[in-house]
């Protein structure tokens, strides 16, 4: 059975809202220093995230909750770019720009 759009973006939700909550300490930290990146550069990716995570010893619960640390109504996804973290084999990655006093 196939899932109608609107319930496909409820799924997907629900699936970031528990990767979030159970990797909570590292998307809030991940997510202050992306905020920090954002406003230095003008955009940042999880590529720019990752060797700080390692550095900080941050680790996140599940791979899933990456993608909550770009949440919200500040976050603005302003393109790809190929990743050049080696166990994203060159995948797509989403790039977000930080939008101070959209919701923070």
């Known amino acids: 059975m196939q899932l109608s759009l609107d319930a496909a973006q409820t799924a997907k939700e629900s699936g ?20 920090c990146i954002s406003n230095v550069v003008g955009m940042v990716s999880t590529d720019d995230l990752r060797p700080l995570a390692q550095k900080l010893g941050q ?38 720009r930080y939008r101070e006093g959209t919701g923070a």
């Open 16 to 35: 970031l809202d528990q990767a979030e909550s159970h990797s909570q300490r590292f998307v809030d930290v991940m997510r202050e220093h992306a905020m």
């Open 59 to 96: 680790h996140p619960h599940s791979p899933n909750s990456w993608g909550s640390v770009f949440r919200g109504p500040e976050w603005e996804h302003i393109g790809w770019k190929k990743s050049e973290w080696p166990g994203n084999h060159r995948r797509h990655i989403q790039v977000w």
